[in-house]
């Protein structure tokens, strides 16, 4: 394999001309510097691999932090501080996946890399090599497409932070709360506790209900004769109430709820609509807040709900 001289210096012609020169023997400066050349080019690809880590590891670390919930509105509470805590813990984990996946991939490059440099140097011809790992690469491919395609949108799936852990997502097959997410499959929890194991290939549009806020709804049918002003006036009061009130302020809801008017009319009932921005997940505890609040104010004023078609 090296035992012409010319052949195997031709490469590294200073260097063996160098051991040729300092060498007792003189024939053996083309294994020696063969030698030297593989162990340079294994010190270089594990100092590369070294440096390559070391900025992922970086950057994982800077995306790990991002702006909090308690950030955008301004305030603070036990229901932000706990959104925020979550909030953070998703985008560290998903950080430090998409981290190992990358350091993975440099580590495959730089290694492989390395190797096919260490099998030139050694005059082994590697081109039937690259075909015969094209050739498999090919089949596996073919035999393994729904699997890439799993992973590939597992990963920008991560990328985009389009949901996480303790989500409460729509992804076509099931509605539920996300328990684990990994590259392959997203597993979801439904309000049966039914779990559902979703391949993230066949995704093809999600919901989420839990990113930033959520907004919760309440209609209110009254008779068709009643006085519209005194029943905004009453929701109205409602709405400020609620707002007024610092723990379920800092617990559920993120600004002040508002009387949106009239939003349907027939001909027996009026339907007035409130509407109020919350943490994420937290319409409907409001809304049930908001059904009892109400009721009871109409009631205290005379004023009967109706039913709708």
Known sequence: MISDVGAACEND??????????????????????LITVVLILVLALVVRNIAKRLITRVVSRAATGTSLTGRFRRTGAATE?????????????????????QHIASIVIMGTAVLTVLDRLTIPIAPLLTSVGILGVAIGFGAQ???????????????????VGDVIDSGAAVGTVEAVTLRVTRLRDADGRVWYIRNGTITRIGNESQ?????????PVAWNTDVTTVRAILEHVAEEIWADTDFRETLIVEEPTVVGVEQLSDSSLVFRISAKTLPSRQAQVARELR???KSALDAAGIPMVATA
Do not use: N
């Open 13 to 34: 012609k200073f260097l063996c001309g160098f051991l040729q020169d300092s060498l007792p023997v003189g024939s053996l400066a083309p294994i020696v510097a063969t």
């Open 82 to 102: 706990g959104i925020d805590a979550l909030l953070h813990e998703r985008r560290k984990q998903r950080a430090e996946t998409m981290g190992s996946v990358l």
């Open 146 to 164: 729904e699997l890439v395609k799993d992973f590939i949108a597992g990963m920008f799936m991560l990328l985009e932070d389009q949901y996480g």
């Open 212 to 220: 930033g806020w959520s907004r919760a709804y309440l209609d209110v």
């Open 292 to 294: 009892l609040q109400v």
